[in-house]
């Protein structure tokens, strides 16, 4: 689980004292993605950025909705199908921005849960072998979207200010701005949930994804009679 604990050590430096920090060695500022705000951004830079605020936002999206309705007890699996459909078909920011109050009621969900292994810990044990595989990959691909989450929140300041400073990219600036608001909400909530998953990768046995900054997350399927 290196990867797995490299994200919850990153997120430590980001929620603790500026002097605590600074023992970890230069770790915060790596964490927080060591860029200076105010220059210019190339436009590769910048499409990289949004590219990346999407195909992450999007896993963390169906991951949370994955966890949050199995803790929730929902059934209607048909429209959970229709929501995570939606999010895995968005194209851009906006489209992803789209589901960004169901996305906040998901994370609100698993950041209130005061034992939130031991809950899903539960809900697996009573759940189908169809769920079971889904909530397995819901949790490994959380993790790595935690893991992915660190850097990119702390690349959105500087990303922001630095296309507000490119002429040739300035009009986009909304969409950087909605990325970087989507970022920092994940944040939010991940600092209270990625400390319970390696505990819940234990137990359940799910292995870690490798290669954290490469690996697609794990693909979430459905049964036609679902």
């Known amino acids: 689980m290196r990867k797995t604990f490299s994200a919850l050590v990153a997120f430590s430096v980001l929620t603790m004292p500026v002097a605590a920090s600074a023992q970890f060695g230069g770790l915060a500022k790596k ?13 590769g830079d910048a499409d990289e950025f949004l590219k990346g605020a999407v195909l992450s936002t999007k896993n963390v999206m169906i991951s949370a909705k994955l966890l949050a309705d199995a803790l929730r007890g929902r059934e209607d699996m048909a429209a959970q199908k229709a929501e995570i459909a939606a999010v895995s078909e968005s194209k851009d920011i906006g489209a992803v921005n789209a589901s960004k109050e169901r996305f906040k009621s998901d994370l609100a969900v698993l950041s209130a849960s005061k034992d939130l292994s031991g809950d899903i810990e539960g809900k697996y044990a009573t759940a189908s072998s169809a769920q079971k595989e889904r909530i397995a990959k819901a949790v490994a691909n959380l993790a790595l979207g935690a893991y992915r989450n660190v850097g990119l929140a702390g690349q959105a300041p500087g990303m922001i200010s630095g296309v507000g400073s490119n002429p040739q990219l300035m009009k986009r600036v909304g969409d950087f701005k909605t990325a970087g608001s989507l970022l920092s909400m994940q944040s939010s909530a991940l600092t209270k949930i990625a400390p319970a998953l390696p505990k819940v990768m234990t137990a359940l046995k799910i292995k870690p994804l490798p290669e954290a900054e490469t690996t697609e997350p794990r693909p979430i399927t459905f049964a036609a009679a679902e």
């Open 31 to 43: 964490a927080l993605g060591g860029g200076s705000s105010g220059s210019s951004v190339s436009k």
